[in-house]
């Protein structure tokens, strides 16, 4: 329960915590149907446990006192600042708009400016908090657990902590601030005091995936350093694992940013135009971060590390380009990457991939010899808990990514394509096909390739009955069978 008190003496009203919303709005409706008007009074906060009794006066229930919902809304916000003027703002407002009632609205207020400028604040920091928390693990299997350090501008971890159980259900984690920790245990959440940054565990392994992360959104091109220190204010960095990795991209950058520029052509490449005419009458959007002049797989890989093309890049961890020699035969192209892909950074790894590389081998084709790659190029989840979900990709999102398979054709010149299931199949032939119905069939596209069209090996991981799921991965075989006497047609 929250403790105030008025101390008559020094006039000072005195609250046990920063955070202590209620604390104020009781003391405020006390002071106020007292009449006791703001200039009369000062706020304090007093973390100690001082108290000496409950001095202030109770509330007059016959003074009506009407509180506009918005306002309560934006003290609930403000009351997080740092300021420590802020308690006596908002019971100023609070006092004047029993006379004033479209206070509010009245912007060049200056209690009002004020009121905006904390609230904008408090919001700002309240975001900073969501993107740069990084937890590190402590612990392994059952006792395993997450703790972050993190150091606001505000007082902003009891408002923010919901938002980071609902994000981390399924993680058992705390985040020490200064002021306030939070805790999850999972079914509970709990705020305690706050803790010093050594209360923290030092880095682990989580922290090289999120540089690997960094490093493959970083665009050289894009590259604005007043507008990222915004966005990441330095005072953010320290705490951040991939800070380290700044400097040296920085540093780079004009240079990665040149190199990308001196390979891009004049028109685009004759195929890439064609194939995007007949299927996309709309062009896809341009994009300074890519170019048609990649004249290779691997600096065509170098170029879609940077794809913002849709917006599945933010959540993935990295691009997932296709991985075999150039000059192949055969092309697999699948969904989108799994989980491990999207970790790994390379297609087909995951559980999937070993279904499919065992089935290759039963027809003896060498997977080494052939190209391997995705419809779509960033991993789609949704995330439940500490697990990541995948999430099957839209028809915008197929088509977005269809420019990075179109090169890697143009590129290979295969002699033939395998479409493993639907989502690859729509990629590679402008449209939606039943693969129940066509698996096993050749469609000949207009520009002469050739795409075989079977099940995506997901699918056979899928079935439960050891039968069926028997009879399934032999039917898939036969595929792979008829493929491997294709490739060489
Ligand atoms: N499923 C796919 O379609 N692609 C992968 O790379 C992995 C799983």
């Excluded at 700002?124 to 990084?134: C, G, T």
């Excluded at 940013?257 to 195929?271: E, F, K, L, N, Y």
């Excluded at 990075?404 to 096909?433: F, H, M, R, Y």
Aim: some cysteine.
């Amino acid at each position: 329960m929250a403790r105030i008190q008025l101390d008559l003496a020094t006039h000072l009203v005195r609250l046990d915590s920063e955070t202590d919303f209620a604390g104020w709005r009781d003391a405020a409706r006390r002071l106020a149907t007292n009449d006791i008007a703001p200039e009369d009074i000062a706020w304090q906060v007093v973390l100690e446990d001082d108290f000496r009794g409950d001095d202030l006066p109770t509330a007059k229930p016959e003074a009506r006192l009407v509180v506009p919902r918005d306002f309560v809304e934006r003290a609930e916000t403000v009351i997080c600042h740092c300021d420590p003027e802020r308690f006596g703002l908002l019971y100023r407002l609070l006092w004047r708009l029993r006379s004033e009632p479209k206070l509010l609205s009245i912007a060049s207020d200056p209690d009002i400016r004020r009121l905006e400028a904390m609230e904008k604040a408090v919001g700002r920091d309240i975001h900073k908090m969501r993107a740069f928390v990084r937890f590190r693990k402590i612990g392994e299997g059952e006792d395993d657990r997450y703790v972050a350090w993190f150091e606001p501008e505000h007082f902003i971890v009891e408002r923010n902590a919901d938002f980071f159980a609902r994000r981390y259900t399924g993680m058992r984690w705390t985040i020490l601030t200064p002021h306030a920790s939070a805790d999850w245990d999972g079914e509970r959440l709990a705020i305690g005091p706050g803790a010093g940054k050594r209360d923290a565990p030092a880095e682990d392994d989580a922290e090289t995936l999120w540089r690997t992360y960094f490093e493959n959104i970083f665009n050289p091109a894009r590259l604005k350093v007043k507008a990222m220190q915004k966005e990441m204010p330095k005072k953010y960095w320290r705490n951040l694992p991939e800070a380290s990795l700044i400097p040296d991209l920085i540093a780079g950058a004009d240079k990665a940013a040149s190199a990308m520029i001196a390979r891009m052509p004049s028109t685009p490449a004759p195929h890439h135009a064609k194939v995007q005419a007949k299927h996309w009458p709309t062009p896809a959007p341009a994009d300074a971060n890519e170019s048609d002049g990649a004249e290779t797989i691997p600096e065509l890989r170098a170029l879609a590390k940077g794809c913002h093309r849709c917006p599945l890049w933010r959540d993935a961890t990295q691009t997932v380009f296709g991985e075999g020699p150039e000059s192949a035969d055969v092309i697999f192209v699948g969904e989108q990457p799994g989980d491990q892909e999207d970790l790994a950074g390379k297609p087909f790894v995951g559980p999937a991939g070993k279904v499919f590389d065992a089935i290759l081998d039963d027809a003896a084709i060498d997977r080494r010899k052939v190209y391997v790659t995705n419809a779509v190029k960033h991993f789609k989840f949704e995330p439940r808990g500490k697990r990541r979900i995948h999430s099957k990709p839209n028809a915008g999102e197929i088509q977005a990514c269809r420019w990075w398979l179109d090169k890697e054709l143009d590129l290979i010149e295969p002699n033939l394509v395998v479409a493993l299931g639907a989502t690859a199949a729509q990629s590679l032939l402008g449209k939606a096909v039943p693969i129940t119905k066509m698996r096993g069939e050749v469609v000949e596209r207009e520009d002469g390739l050739r795409v075989f069209l079977t099940i995506h090996p997901s699918f056979i991981l899928r079935i439960r009955e050891p039968e069926d799921k028997e009879a399934e991965r032999e039917r898939f075989l036969d595929d792979m069978r008829k493929v491997k006497e294709l490739m060489a047609a």
